[in-house]
């Protein structure tokens, strides 16, 4: 079976040698290989400052955090994603109210945004989910207006772009995960992308139990509540090695997404994405809208290929419904919603083989 999703790890000559000189050097914990993960991250993104994490929800949390957001507060997401980027919205007491996403898409509708503002709204959480990169322009647009602060969770989409440069780059918070299958991978940890350079250093201070790690303990006085978020000497040093090899692994994702977009465009039964103008998808999935979903996902896997909805929609969860918002777009996206593989692993021919298959019917 071609499988959805599967882990990156760098060759065993590459990898090993470097994780035992790490977990012999007499020091794993969080220490100047963090610090060099961080720099490079930060070279590769272009912008911002990098500050590493042991996970995609750490970063989701602190990022709330830095945005301001507090208890009984009003936080502006999507339904379409992992369950994280939700609960991290409770985590600060604060309460969910979904936007409709835009059918062409799955991603958070700009328009439904706006209609949703009002005085209790301290932040919007947008999701560039499976790699499509949201509409950069006009969610921008909408923060200025409204002086409202944007996180954007590209947990899904390292290396996608707009007007040219990676996510990372467009708004003050920019959330990754680098757990096991995603684009790259520390085995597990995270990444918030800060813009800001005080924030940037008040969230250092979180991620450490409200400590400055450039004070001895005697002479820190915790103001702040902090958490036991920060990255390690060992995660970081799997990420160095993944990074050496970063813009060709995610190269691979979007040769095969493009490849697929081009041969699929006008395939009866089958909707290809339509992209936002000046984005470029990193295609963490593959993305389709089909008829008969069930048939589509029963005929892929009598043959081999794994396809999926992925993500159970994060209205249904009882926890995370606050406001039992109407959803039109999202019933109509989510019910034609599927994935494919098109990462690192699927060959030109695994490809063929779906395209094939699909032209064929179900």
């Not at 980027?85 to 309460?95: E, L, M, Q, R």
């Not at 947990?155 to 757990?179: M, R």
């Not at 979007?254 to 295609?283: C, F, H, M, W």
Request: glycine share 6%; proline share 3%; hydrophobic share 40%.
């Amino acid at each position: 079976m071609l499988p959805l999703v599967k882990t990156s790890i760098p060759a065993k000559e590459l990898l090993m040698p470097r994780l035992e000189e790490i977990l012999y050097s007499g020091y794993i914990a969080q220490g100047d290989a963090v610090e060099e993960f961080e720099r490079k991250f930060e070279k590769y993104i272009g912008s911002g400052n990098t500050l590493s994490l042991n996970s995609g929800t750490a970063a989701l949390h602190i990022a709330l955090i830095l945005a301001g957001v507090k208890e009984g507060d009003e936080v502006i997401s999507t339904a379409l994603t992992a369950e994280p980027t939700n609960t991290s919205i409770k985590s600060v007491g604060a309460k969910i109210r979904y936007a409709d996403v835009d059918f062409e898409t799955g991603n958070i509708s700009p328009d439904s945004i706006e209609k949703n503002i009002n005085e209790k709204t301290k932040a919007i959480i947008v999701v560039d989910y499976a790699g499509i990169p949201v509409d950069v322009k006009r969610i921008k647009e909408i923060s200025e207006k409204y002086n409202i602060p944007v996180i954007e969770d590209a947990a899904h989409a390292l290396g996608a772009k707009f007007n040219g440069k990676k996510t990372g780059n467009h708004f003050p918070f920019t959330i990754y995960s680098f757990q096991a299958i995603k684009h790259l991978t520390t085995i597990d940890g995270g990444a918030l992308q800060i813009l800001d350079n005080d924030l940037y250093e008040k969230g250092k201070i979180i991620r450490w139990f409200g400590l400055d790690k450039k004070l001895s303990r005697m002479d820190n006085n915790i103001t702040m509540q902090g958490y036991k978020y920060h990255m390690n000497n060992v995660n970081a040093t799997v990420g160095l090695v993944q990074l050496e090899n970063i813009e060709e692994l995610v190269q691979k994702y979007i040769d095969n997404g493009r490849y697929l977009d081009e041969n699929l465009k006008d395939v009866q039964g089958v909707e290809t994405i339509k992209y936002y103008p000046n984005t470029e998808a990193s295609y963490w999935l593959y993305t389709l809208k089909v008829v008969n979903r069930d048939r589509f996902i029963k005929k892929m896997a009598e043959n081999g290929i794994m396809a999926s909805e992925l993500h159970k929609r994060n209205d249904l969860h009882t926890f995370l419904n606050d406001f039992n918002s109407e959803l039109p777009n999202l019933n109509q996206f989510y019910s034609k919603m599927v994935h494919l593989p098109c990462g690192w692993w699927v060959s030109k021919e695994d490809c063929d083989k779906m395209i094939s298959l699909i032209k064929q019917g179900w």
